[in-house]
């Protein structure tokens, strides 16, 4: 009768190996709801990024522009975001056509551009 006794419920040991392994699987999670914040993030970025760039390139296809040859920066924000656009016009070996490249960069990290798009314009006679 007194053996029936002792084998109700669990050891101290047992709960703290129950409360070990809990721990482990909640850090994991957060671990992972952390990493998916930061991807959503930076592809909320890359998509801003993208809109700025396509932007700029469809402004001088419309306007049917021949842009001057060099580089220039100025302003692309979108939403609440604020970005750096850097427009670099080169020629081509066709002197009909000239290439023109917008990267973005977010304005507090102007070292790393968040996305480069290139067009070819060419020269409406």
């Known amino acids: 009768m007194t053996s029936n006794f002792f084998n109700k419920g669990f050891t101290l040991l047992e709960v703290l190996v129950a409360l070990s392994i809990v721990a482990t699987v909640i850090g994991a999670s957060l ?8 991807n959503s993030r930076d592809l909320r970025l890359a998509l801003f990024a993208t ?18 040859l060099g580089s220039r920066e100025f302003s692309c924000n979108q939403a609440d975001i604020l970005m750096q656009c850097r427009e670099n016009i080169v020629d081509t070996p066709n002197p009909a056509f000239r290439k023109v490249e ?11 551009s968040i996305m480069m798009l290139s067009q070819i314009v060419p020269h409406e006679m």
Request: aromatic share 8%; net charge positive; proline share 5%.
């Open 102 to 112: 917008v990267s973005v960069f977010a304005a507090q990290d102007a070292g790393r």
């Open 51 to 68: 809109w700025s760039a396509e932007n700029r390139l469809t402004q001088i296809r419309l306007a049917r522009e021949w842009p001057p």
């Open 31 to 38: 671990r992972a709801v952390g990493s998916l914040t930061q």
